[in-house]
């Protein structure tokens, strides 16, 4: 299999159903990993595929669900985050990340221009995929001080960690992506979607 044996799309209102099957597996995949995540319900995923704000990847063959990322704000807009990263086990290590986070981040520079884009992972692929796409490890002071967006470490295993350090740091990199400085580094993908 490859990765044109799949579809990679900006999600809408079709995909909901695909809403639960997507968290079950973010759950469990964090439970293997036995790391820390923040969790998400079926419903806000929903939320985030009727907004235009995701990005699904479905196996052309039969419809099923492959792949999910999606996008948050925070800071009033200035900061983006892409979230959420899964790919279902049955078809990791083909692209697919690497396929749905370029869409995904894309995606973001068109709904939010001007706003910097961040992430927290602990993932080795996740720290590929943003260096390859221009984003440069920072430290946690250079991202949003909104306390919506470090209230979803709470569910996190390392939450204890973070709380005391008093937000400064913990075991999540984190990586920022800002237009101002590094969209040089970027060549936007003949992709319609993305026009
Ligand atoms: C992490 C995850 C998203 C990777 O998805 P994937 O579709 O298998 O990744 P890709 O095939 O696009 O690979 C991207 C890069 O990471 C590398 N990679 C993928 N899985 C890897 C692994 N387990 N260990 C080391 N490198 C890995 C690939 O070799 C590739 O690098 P390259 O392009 O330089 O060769 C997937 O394993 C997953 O859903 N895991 C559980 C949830 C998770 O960890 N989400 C990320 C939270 S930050």
């Not at 990322?69 to 290590?93: A, D, F, K, M, Q």
């Not at 984003?135 to 946690?140: A, D, F, N, Q």
């Not at 002071?141 to 740091?169: A, H």
């Amino acid at each position: 299999m490859t990765i044109n044996d799949f579809d990679v799309l900006v999600a809408n209102e079709s995909h909901v159903k695909y809403a639960e099957e997507i968290c079950a597996e973010m759950a469990s995949s964090a439970r293997a990993r036995g790391t820390g995540i923040a969790r998400r319900s079926p419903e806000y995923v929903a939320m985030k595929m009727r907004e235009g704000k995701a990005v699904i990847a479905l196996k052309k063959e039969d419809g099923s669900w492959a792949g999910f990322s999606y996008i948050e704000t925070w800071g009033h807009g200035l900061y983006v985050v892409n979230s959420g990263l899964i790919i279902n086990p049955e078809y990791r290590r083909i692209g697919l990340a690497r396929a749905i986070k370029t869409k995904t981040f894309f995606l973001s520079l068109k709904k939010f221009p001007g706003a910097k884009l961040f992430g927290l992972t602990t993932g080795l692929p996740v720290m590929k995929i943003n260096s390859d796409l221009g984003y440069r490890p920072v430290i946690y002071s250079e991202l949003t001080d909104d306390d919506n967006f470090w209230k979803g470490c709470e569910s996190c295993v390392n939450y204890p960690i973070l709380q005391s350090k008093d937000r400064k740091n913990c075991l999540c990199t984190a990586m920022l992506f800002d237009p101002a400085v590094d969209k040089e580094k970027v060549q936007k993908p003949d992709d319609p979607d993305l026009q």
